[in-house]
């Protein structure tokens, strides 16, 4: 049985220890605000874990958010399997619980790390707060395995911080009580006010993309990310090939930075090598990543964040996917699904290029994401639940 709200009204004066597991490039991306507003708040001492899942990726975000982990697991190997990962970080994450003994347990999202982190601290009957709650596909292979992971953190989990009451309906009809829910917009939308604010105060921090903007100047510029497993193989291949067609406009140049995973960087290198306006880059750290956001007029990805993050500025964002478990955006009209069909892809993105009624729909649509106080409510929810006030 569930506790009740006054059952876990805490009986001490000193903070709550919140343990903030965390450890993908995406998850510190929306993370790092909530870290900072409870570092803020006196009534909470968070304790940050980082599993390193994502390691090069994870410690560009850690140093331009100024987060030094107090656990650092280090568990990031060469082609390590899905179960291999989940093992050694249900092991390594209890341990840390069992050192640190915190009073809660915050996650993220649906990555491994954030499943293992919910799992092992209901095996310690740790109550678990999960932020960007409620995002269902309803296709537990698309996208695989993020569905099923959510799905496993939603039983789990005692508050669940959903971004969007679309979000929120999908964890009342899985019989989540609501008062267990609270909606709090997305934090990706904080983060990305903080890191653009961070940016015109030093111009530096994005100066890498500054041959790219001259090269492309009077270009119509199109970010691309693509990285989900479900998309490797025909699926790349389709991409890649969509990628050559858009490019041979001359008013466009394409800026994709390749994802690490061979599966992604063997076709795309081997596809799209020598275009003369397609610039295959580094992934971006995320003040790089922010400004591409600045500089594209469509963003074509298979990625989640990017579905939030591109309304934000106003960008229209076609989706290579076949489902989105963001539907918000696709229902306001900020982002369509088009799949990874080469010729759809390629006429969305014409028709956005030379229609300028159907460009601006997308691009005024209302962001259904957030205000960027997402943060700060959860903290206050979680400060409700704690402290009762």
């Not at 799992?119 to 292979?141: Q, T």
């Not at 003040?287 to 939030?308: K, N, Y």
């Amino acid at each position: 049985m569930k506790a009740t709200r006054k059952q876990s009204i805490r009986m001490t004066d000193q903070p709550a220890k919140i343990l903030v597991i965390f450890g993908t490039r995406p998850e510190a991306i929306k993370l790092f605000t909530v870290v900072a507003a409870l570092k803020q708040d006196p009534r909470f001492e968070p304790i940050v874990c980082v599993s390193a899942q994502h390691r090069a990726m994870l410690d560009q975000v850690l140093e331009i958010a100024g987060i030094v982990p107090d656990h650092d697991l280090d568990l990031m190997r060469p082609n390590q399997t899905l179960d291999g990962l989940t093992a050694a970080l249900l092991t390594e994450l209890g341990e840390v619980m069992d050192k640190v003994k915190p009073d809660r347990v915050t996650v993220q999202g649906d990555t491994a790390t954030a499943m293992a982190g919910a799992l092992a601290a209901y095996y310690r009957k740790l109550p678990v707060d999960h932020v960007e709650a409620g995002l269902r596909s309803g296709n537990i292979y698309h996208p695989w395995p993020e569905e099923v992971n959510r799905k496993i953190i939603g039983g789990i989990a005692s508050l669940h911080f959903a971004p969007t009451t679309t979000s929120e309906a999908a964890l009342l009809r899985e019989n989540v009580s609501a008062d267990r829910v609270h909606v709090t917009g997305n934090t990706v939308i904080d983060a990305l006010h903080w890191v653009l604010a961070r940016i015109e105060a030093e111009p530096k921090l994005a100066r890498g993309l500054d041959a790219l903007a001259e090269r492309f100047k009077g270009k119509r510029i199109i970010g691309v990310t693509s990285h989900r497993r479900e998309n490797f193989g025909e699926g790349m291949e389709n991409i890649a090939s969509a990628i050559r067609q858009i490019a041979e406009r001359p008013d466009t140049a394409i800026i994709f930075p390749v994802h690490l995973n061979p599966n992604v960087r063997a076709v795309m290198n081997e596809r799209l090598v020598g275009l003369d306006n397609v610039a295959l880059i580094e992934p971006l750290d995320y003040p790089h990543f922010a400004r591409l956001l600045s500089m594209a007029e469509i963003m074509l990805t298979d990625s989640g964040g990017v579905q939030e993050e591109a309304p934000a500025l106003g960008k229209p964002v076609l989706v290579m996917r076949e489902t989105t478990e963001r539907p918000e955006g696709v229902v306001a009209g900020t982002a369509r699904l088009v799949g990874t069909d080469s010729s759809r892809i390629v006429s969305e993105i014409f028709s956005l290029l030379d229609d300028k009624a159907a460009y601006e729909a997308m691009a005024r649509a209302h962001n259904p994401f957030g205000d960027g106080q997402s943060s700060r409510r959860i903290v206050d929810a979680l400060a409700q639940e704690v402290w009762g006030a």
